[in-house]
């Protein structure tokens, strides 16, 4: 199979996407000319012009709102934003009008809209640039919100969830836009809400998403070749709805679970992943469930305290031995 | 205008006003609850400005939208079973007064967040010219909503990428209950516009006849050179912002005094009078004709049904 980046799968899915599709467009900040902060978009202007690829000010209050106005009346936008930390500007369209509209008008107005960007925490970009927003997003019904890990599941994902009829959260991850993953030439469809299991195994589930994927396949690693542990990863992949039947197998196998993210602790996708342990799989956990998050703090500029307060494979390592009774 | 046009515009407006005065009775019934904004004293605005509109024109107002949805032709009972709450109501009963939608007649709401809509209206506008289907969209807002960062960055995309959208400012002097005076600098409404190179066209609120006339200028200039439009509209709400409000802000005598001179109907009635010859008699049959309609309407709402609970999780994700 031929390895693909990310940055690439994603800009292929929306290309596809705007080849089938003249409703679908592209908004935001420096997508056209510049063909994205990050690259993304390279080639879309050339090919699909400037009413399709569109430079927008920077507006995200306004250029989101035009854009679920937009959906309404049955085009279908792609929004991108520079990053999600600049969604904020714009979080009252995507929550309170783009999630909602559908219950309120009694399924008569639907918002098919997809709004990407990357998210998380990317090095030496400090407190205002690092931040992951899946439990936020997570938190609101009438929203879809997945994080692809792969190339594959971004070009797939992002297909799907150009397709569908709700308004979809695409988290991506800057450091993860180079990483280049074998891709299938076509697969029939992606699922927007399914987890997978990325590594089988019986002592420990490693429950996380986005980059948390590559930090759980690393620690597998170690806890495999150093410390005889078999550790089960799921990656998630959609953050609502949240696939807890995947999550229940798991802990049914290995009776312990670790959830990872860079997200904060408080109300964080940890929070939900053990309380769902917790409702529904208590009797069988061996050990305490226990969450690796970011610190309960902003993000740090100086690297030692960067570094120190995000998810790391040390600390995974540690964490897991701990449950597995190894380690105090 | 033949008489039988000129007189429907007066049935409308007289629909809306007896309209949302059954509502008030119903909400101090406890039938309707919540949140329930009236358009008592705003009805020339829709009604003028709705003779413009288009099967392919889109619309989009606040949360002070009954006579939005009226006057684009819903049947009042489906509006006040809405309001409620009843499952035969246009949202089914899930939105309630804030929140009614008619995706056949491209009324996209009901926003309840002050001033969304305008940024969503822009959305519809640049919908219009993507598709090239010749329509233009309405957007309403009110004055509290023009304090809005987000209307300014709305007029710039749609002044930049030159979108079909016509702007209807209805100044109806008080955000909830904050004067347009203690709100805005220097009076400063009518020249929003202006850094952004669009037009304003004013109008009198409370003369349907010039609301008709200035719209029409308006919706022309939106629709054949596709740019936007701002319409000021200089109007009165007789009713608190909503129902719970005991309009504290304003005297008692400041409202009758509008209601005494500028009342939309009584102004346009005696236009008909004057102008039409007709007589006393025809006006006070529409109004007891729109009365007996509102009380079929009312009786129709209280009648239906609650939604079920197992409609609490539908319509949710598709």
Known sequence: ?328 | MRTEEALDLYRKMVEIRMFEEKAAELYTQGHIFGFCHLYTGQEAVIVGISQNFTSTDSVITSYRDHGHLLALGVEPRYVMAELCGKITGCSKGKGGSMHLYNRLRNFYGGNGIVGAQVSIGTGLAFAHKYKSDGGISFTFFGDGAANQGQVYESFNMAALWKLPALYILENNRYALATSAERSTVRNSLKKRGDPFGIRTICSDGMNLLEIIQKSREATNQVRERSEPVILNIDTYRYKGHSMSDPGTYRTRSEVETVRKSRDPIDNYGNVLQKDYGLSMKILETINDDAVEKMEIAAKFAIDSQFPKEENLRSDILI
């Open chain 1, 1 to 328: 199979m031929i390895k693909t980046s990310v940055r690439q799968a994603i800009r292929d899915a929306m290309a596809e996407e705007m080849r089938r599709d003249s409703s679908i467009f592209l908004l935001g900040e420096d997508v056209g000319r510049f063909e994205g902060a990050y690259k993304v978009s390279r080639g879309l202007l050339r090919e699909f012009g400037e009413s399709r690829v569109i430079d927008s000010p920077i507006t995200e209050h306004g250029f989101t709102g035009l854009g679920v106005g937009a959906s309404m009346s049955g085009l279908r936008p792609i929004i991108e934003f520079m990053t999600f930390n600049f969604a904020m500007q714009a979080i009252d369209h995507i929550v309170n009008t783009a999630a909602k509209t559908l219950f309120m008008s009694g399924g008569n107005v639907r918002c098919p809209i997809v709004f990407r960007g990357p998210n998380g925490v990317p090095r030496g970009v400090a407190a205002q640039h690092s931040q992951c927003f899946a439990s936020w997003y997570a938190h609101v019904p009438g929203l879809r919100v997945v994080a692809p890990y792969t190339s594959s599941e971004a070009k797939w994902l992002l297909k799907a969830a150009i397709r569908n009829d709700s308004p979809v959260i695409f988290l991506e991850h800057e450091l993860l836009y180079s990483k280049e993953f074998p891709i299938p030439p076509k697969i029939e469809v992606m699922p927007l809400d399914q987890a997978c299991i990325v590594r089988e195994g019986t002592d420990i589930t490693l429950a996380t998403f986005s980059i948390g994927v590559e930090h759980a396949v690393k620690t597998a690693e170690i806890l495999q070749a150093e410390h005889g542990i078999s550790a089960e990863i799921i990656n998630l992949i959609s953050l609502r709805p949240i696939d807890s039947s995947t999550i229940i197998k798991s802990i049914q196998k290995t009776g312990r679970i670790i959830s990872i993210e860079e997200g904060w602790p408080v109300c964080g996708i940890g929070s939900e992943i053990i309380s769902i342990v917790c409702e529904k799989a208590f009797g069988y956990l061996d050990a305490d469930p226990a969450r690796i998050c970011s610190a309960d703090a902003p993000i740090p500029y100086a690297p030692n305290l960067e570094k120190a307060a995000l998810p790391t494979v040390e600390k995974i390592v540690r964490t897991a031995r701990k449950l597995c009774g190894q380690i105090r």
